[in-house]
């Protein structure tokens, strides 16, 4: 313990971090640590955002990476000196608390968007007792046809995770699938504006929304309609 405290006493600790250098040793073992993370996190999740699971091997990947960096970089008593203090605390502050986010919140959240995705793509027509649909008005069409059911389903084994940008709905609705098993599960609809072929179903992953989009899936929605009205 002494000895590290020594280490750290050798430290440039008159330097402010945004003017401090970045030592090329850290920066070495930094970069291959996000790309370990970030390669490690697609395979994990697939079908997510590839943007969030850049963002998570970022944070994760920069702590994880500074622990071998900075080692090598204080191994060497000479280098100490040039080695901003106030830099490497930043650094290991501000990426840990992004980790434990990451961790925590963003990483059982992906988890949570897969297990959605494959939960609904591995229905069956025979895990289906009904299908209810309530429009914005209040209207509820009730579905039980065998054929309606296994239009559906087929339409859900094509979901695929859906992540809008500012896009519009042309109208919503409540859609709430029964199963033969006594449970149920329960969507806020809608048809995308710059989907207008398709349906979108959200749910809540561990503490975000995301959505579901089940290309063509408007062709069943107007099918119900039809036969309900």
């Not at 963003?106 to 229905?123: C, F, K, N, T």
């Not at 559906?152 to 109208?171: D, G, R």
């Not at 992953?205 to 069943?220: D, H, K, S, V």
Request: include cysteine; charge should be neutral; charged fraction near 20%.
């Amino acid at each position: 313990m002494g000895n590290l405290l020594q280490v750290f006493q050798e430290l440039d600790w008159t330097t402010p971090s945004k003017s401090a250098k970045w030592p090329w040793r850290v920066s070495v073992c930094v970069l291959l640590s996000i790309g370990v993370a970030t390669t490690f996190l697609h395979l994990l999740f697939p079908d997510t955002l590839w943007f969030i699971k850049f963002w998570i091997g970022l944070a994760v990947g920069t702590f994880i990476g500074m622990i071998p960096g900075v080692t090598w970089q204080l191994l060497d008593e000479r280098r100490r000196p040039s080695t901003s203090g106030l830099l490497l605390r930043s650094l290991l502050l501000g990426t840990g608390l992004f980790s434990c986010i990451s961790l925590f919140l963003l990483v059982p959240d992906l988890h949570g968007q897969e297990a959605e995705r494959s939960r609904i793509r591995s229905l069956t027509a025979q895990d289906v007792a009904a299908i209810s649909v309530t429009g914005e008005h209040g209207r509820v069409w009730r579905v039980r046809n065998p054929d309606s059911i296994a239009m559906f389903v087929s339409a859900a084994k094509q979901a695929e995770l859906f992540y809008p940008s500012h896009e519009s709905s042309i109208t919503e609705f409540h859609l709430s699938v029964e199963l033969v098993d006594g449970s149920s599960l329960d969507f806020e609809g809608r048809i995308p504006e710059r989907h207008a072929n398709d349906v979108s179903l959200s749910f809540r992953g561990y503490f975000a929304i995301t959505e579901l989009l089940l290309p063509g899936g408007r062709q069943w929605l107007d099918s119900v309609a039809r036969a309900g009205s």
